[in-house]
Nanobody, 115 residues
Framework: QVQLVESGGGLVQPGGSLRLSCAAS????????VDWYRQAPGKQREWVAV???????NYADSVKGRFTISRDNAKNTVFLQMSSLKPEDTAVYYC?????????WGQGTQVTVSS
């Protein structure tokens, strides 16, 4: 059974930093791409970043230069380091991966950027 569990969200002031984690069981992150998405209240879910099985990364323009996605193969965990946070980064953040043609999502972790 595949399970993705996000953690690390919270309340942070503008300009602050947070590191989100996505821990997996039942799926091997080192051989599957992992994406981060986010969904703000009243808005559609939007793609944020990806790390491929080959460890290539890509980012949405809105977070490029501020967010960094990385992976720890030994812990089977993907991270999203978020810096220079802005109020518009406020959202529920989800990790997603695909295996055997199926999409798997975590339950999400809330990030709130506010003074």
């Amino acid at each position: 059974q595949v399970q993705l569990v996000e953690s690390g969200g919270g309340l942070v002031q503008p300009g602050g930093s947070l590191r989100l984690s996505c821990a997996a069981s039942g799926i091997i992150f080192s051989i599957n791409a992992v994406d981060w998405y986010r969904q703000a209240p009243g808005k559609q879910r939007e793609w944020v970043a990806v790390i491929t099985s080959g460890a290539s990364t890509n980012y949405a323009d809105s977070v490029k230069g501020r967010f960094t996605i990385s992976r720890d193969n030994a812990k089977n965990t993907v991270f999203l380091q978020m810096s220079s946070l802005k109020p518009e980064d406020t959202a529920v953040y989800y990790c997603q991966s695909t295996a055997d043609g199926k999409f798997y999502w975590g339950q999400g972790t809330q990030v709130t950027v506010s003074s």
